[in-house]
T-cell receptor, first 113, second 114 residues
Framework: GENVEQHPSTLSVQEGDSAVIKCTYS??????FPWYKQELGKGPQLIID?????GEKKDQRIAVTLNKTAKHFSLHITETQPEDSAVYFC????????????FGIGTKLQVIP | EPEVTQTPSHQVTQMGQEVILRCVPI?????FYWYRQILGQKVEFLVS????????KSEIFDDQFSVERPDGSNFTLKIRSTKLEDSAMYFC????????????FGPGTRLLVL
């Protein structure tokens, strides 16, 4: 089955700096990669996703890149703000009828004001 | 904005007891999911449900687990005989179509088995 590795597990950045979280996946059939943000006491919320037919996607301060050959994808947050502090999960799934989404271990991001 | 709701938010039970976790998915969504997150670990897929039947389940989802959509709005996860290792946060999610679409997560139910 699919295995998603994520690093770092914790990340501290100064407000205004950029944060990068990296993930790798094992199943070359995976073709949909969502990123979730989980704030304390809440369920994961989708912040951005990317499909395997594109290499990069951007939404304001958040961008995601995908390298299918290397089987890794990354989340980039620019101009970080204190409200970006949360746990971020990468995930992978396959569109061929499977419903299972495999998550990474999560990255606890702390933005220091 | 529509949201997934879950009840209860916290549940404490004795080992061996049955628990039912309840979820109300977003009304026009067709796929429903349960995930769990043991403290400090990754979110793990348990089961997906479509058209009143399980469409996929993980190896975690053994015979002690069952899911049901008892009416047009609720989606439940039953754990028949709880074990200590079932202690976790359980998240319900729903999506309009398949797992390829955005899955909207509820706030979770924290289950503690004593």
């Amino acid at each position: 089955g699919e295995n998603v590795e994520q690093h770092p597990s914790t990340l501290s950045v100064q407000e205004g700096d950029s944060a990068v979280i990296k993930c790798t996946y094992s199943d070359s059939a995976s073709n949909y990669f969502p990123w979730y943000k989980q704030e304390l006491g809440k369920g994961p919320q989708l912040i951005i996703d990317i499909r395997s037919n594109v290499g990069e996607k951007k939404d304001q301060r958040i961008a995601v890149t995908l390298n299918k050959t290397a089987k890794h994808f990354s989340l980039h947050i620019t101009e970080t703000q204190p409200e970006d502090s949360a746990v971020y999960f990468c995930a992978a799934t396959y569109s061929g009828g499977y419903q299972k989404v495999t998550f990474g271990i999560g990255t606890k991001l702390q933005v220091i004001p | 904005e529509p949201e997934v709701t879950q009840t209860p938010s916290h549940q404490v039970t004795q080992m061996g007891q049955e628990v039912i976790l309840r979820c109300v998915p977003i009304s026009n969504h067709l796929y429903f999911y349960w995930y769990r997150q043991i403290l400090g670990q990754k979110v793990e897929f348990l089961v997906s449900f479509y058209n009143n039947e399980i469409s996929e389940k993980s190896e975690i989802f053994d015979d002690q687990f069952s899911v049901e959509r008892p009416d047009g709005s609720n989606f439940t996860l039953k754990i028949r005989s709880t074990k200590l290792e079932d202690s976790a946060m359980y998240f319900c999610a729903s999506s309009e179509w398949t797992a390829q679409e955005t899955q909207y997560f509820g706030p979770g139910t924290r289950l503690l088995v004593l």
